[in-house]
């Protein structure tokens, strides 16, 4: 029995998810989790960032926010750490190729889940009505099927003039529904700092 | 005497000044010899042989595709596949077009209302855009490595959008072509990254049944509606912007809704197309949401004799409502 600590911790997280792990190590790290409350948030935390990816409806409206302060308090990584530190001989000869695709599986894991995000959310879009639509993600059945009809229309219309790419869900970002279109209006004349708030998103606070 | 100099010296300038900036300065071409511009342009992209990558910007999304296209004794052989995503990919031979995606296969799509293929964009009639559009040469630009001649149509009346055209000098194989608004704003765009165009090319390098075999689980969705938009009896067409005719009719069946089939027409200028829906009113038929004006496709819709009619294109905003506003339900009074 041996104690995995520090940052390859992170690392030894996102090898789980992915599969990666034997199971004498997965074992180890599981009853360390157990003991540790900070280890499981930090566990919850790289699920959550697969789960931003899948666009997950467990993912909260504020994830984003919560997640920009974590990635604010992580250590700026100079120069890749040696394998050194995961240089553990349950790991196979596979894993270690594995550990030195990723420097720091954590930021890379972050900067993954924030092109994921912005995916998401539409990128870069500074409109009022994108972000109307994070105060109320849930669409009603009747506007899901509208959404969904929209969506077909606008490829059937791309693709009977030969064009063959379809609208995905950066596209559908831009659809308003009576509801978020008066969310907008109102958004609109309290002047809220819609822009500086989508800021945050790309650029660390 | 030192300002009288100067002055003349400024003239002097000046004059060079214009001199140089001549060729660049954009010119509208006479209409003979747009016409001859348009049928070189159009010959050369169907009975060229050429090969070639080029990247297709929409909607804020990029895509590069690949195509090969064939003119022999036979006709017109093309092949375009996406090069990145999941397979999609469209086969041409002369006027049989077919497009396959992964959730659907659409075929007998109509050479008149497919105005999207790059880069044979102009229509088989090149000659009729002329009622619709003034040629302007804007000079030469550098596009996949060569001094392309730019293009620009612009459109007579407030229906249509702007186009950009570049041609290879040399081949008259267009190299470049995006559609503009009003702004200037691009709302699609195709470049060639890299093209070559040869002297002859084999069909059979196309390998045709071998490709179209991956999307052979995949389902044909489509059958000619019977229902004819300018002469149904149910259905009045008046008013719709000059140019634009109906080029196709079918039927589509909705993905979501099982049951839901609708009826698709598309309207063409050649240049621009639109579609409209019909779709038959169930008792609770979701509200279409509006599309955000940042996007540049335009919708327009209403209901009438227990239809909804949507208008879609990435028109300007008075062609989508006006050929709205031309579709009619006919009143019924003998019955």
């Known amino acids: ?205 | 005497m030192i300002a009288s100099f100067a002055r003349r010296d400024w003239t002097l300038i000046l004059c060079l000044g214009l001199c140089i900036m001549q060729p660049v300065q954009a010119e509208t071409l006479s209409k003979s010899a747009a016409e001859k511009w348009l049928l070189r342009v159009a010959t050369a992209s169907e009975k060229r042989n050429y090969t070639g990558v080029y990247t297709y910007q929409y909607a804020g999304q990029l895509e590069n595709y690949r195509i090969a296209h064939v003119y022999d004794n036979k006709g017109v052989a093309e092949k375009r596949e996406a090069l990145d995503g999941p397979p999609k990919l469209l086969i041409r031979l002369d006027d049989n077009i077919t497009l396959y995606l992964p959730d659907k296969i659409m075929p007998n799509l109509t050479r008149k209302s497919v105005t999207k293929l790059f880069p044979s964009i102009l229509p088989e009639k090149p000659l009729d855009l002329l009622d619709n559009y003034r040629l302007q040469n804007m000079g030469t630009e550098r596009i996949a490595g060569i001094e392309a001649q730019q293009m620009q149509f612009i459109p007579l009346d407030k229906f249509r959008h702007s186009y950009r055209l570049w041609v290879d000098p040399r081949s008259d194989l267009l190299v470049k072509a995006g559609m503009y608004d009003a702004k200037g704003l691009m709302i699609e765009q195709f470049t060639f990254t890299q093209f070559s165009v040869l002297d002859k090319l084999d069909r059979q390098s196309l390998a045709l049944p071998n490709v179209v075999q991956q999307f052979a689980k995949t389902k044909t969705q489509t059958a000619k509606a019977q229902l004819l938009l300018n002469a149904s009896d149910d259905w009045e067409l008046k008013g719709v912007p000059e140019g634009f005719d109906l080029v196709s009719q079918n039927k589509r069946v909705l993905k979501g809704k099982k049951d839901q089939t609708v009826t698709h027409f598309v309207f063409s200028d050649g240049l621009s197309s639109v579609s409209v829906f019909l779709a038959p009113l169930s008792e609770d038929q979701a509200v279409l949401p509006r599309l955000n004006q940042r996007s540049q496709t335009r919708m327009a819709e209403k209901r009438a004799a227990e239809f909804e009619i949507t208008v879609i294109g990435d028109v300007p905003e008075a062609t989508v409502t006006q050929i709205l506003n031309s579709i009619t339900p006919r009143k019924k009074s003998q019955k």
């Open chain 1, 1 to 205: 029995m041996y104690r995995i600590e520090g940052d390859s911790m992170n690392e030894y997280f996102s090898a789980w998810i992915d599969g990666e792990l034997d199971k004498e190590t997965a074992d180890a790290l599981y009853q360390q989790t157990q003991l540790d409350v900070t280890k499981q948030q930090d566990w919850s935390m790289c699920h959550l960032i697969g789960d931003a990816m899948r666009d997950h409806e467990s993912l909260s409206a504020d994830f984003m926010t919560k997640f920009n302060q974590r990635l604010a308090a992580e250590p700026i990584l100079i120069a890749p750490q040696a394998a050194a530190v995961l240089n553990h001989a349950a790991l196979s000869k596979r894993q270690s190729r594995w550990k030195t695709y990723t420097a720091s599986a954590m930021a890379s894991c972050a900067a993954v889940a924030v092109v994921g995000w912005l995916a998401i959310s539409g990128a870069a879009s500074t409109n009022p009505a994108v972000l109307a639509n994070k105060t109320q993600p849930i669409l009603s059945v009747a506007q899901k099927e509208g959404q969904a009809r929209l969506v077909e229309y606008i490829n059937l219309n791309q693709h009977s003039s030969g064009g063959m790419g379809s609208v995905d869900g950066v596209v559908q970002a831009n659809f308003i529904t009576p509801a978020q279109e008066q969310a907008s209006l109102a958004e609109k004349t309290t002047s809220v700092p819609a822009a500086s708030a989508q800021l945050a998103i790309g650029e660390q606070p």
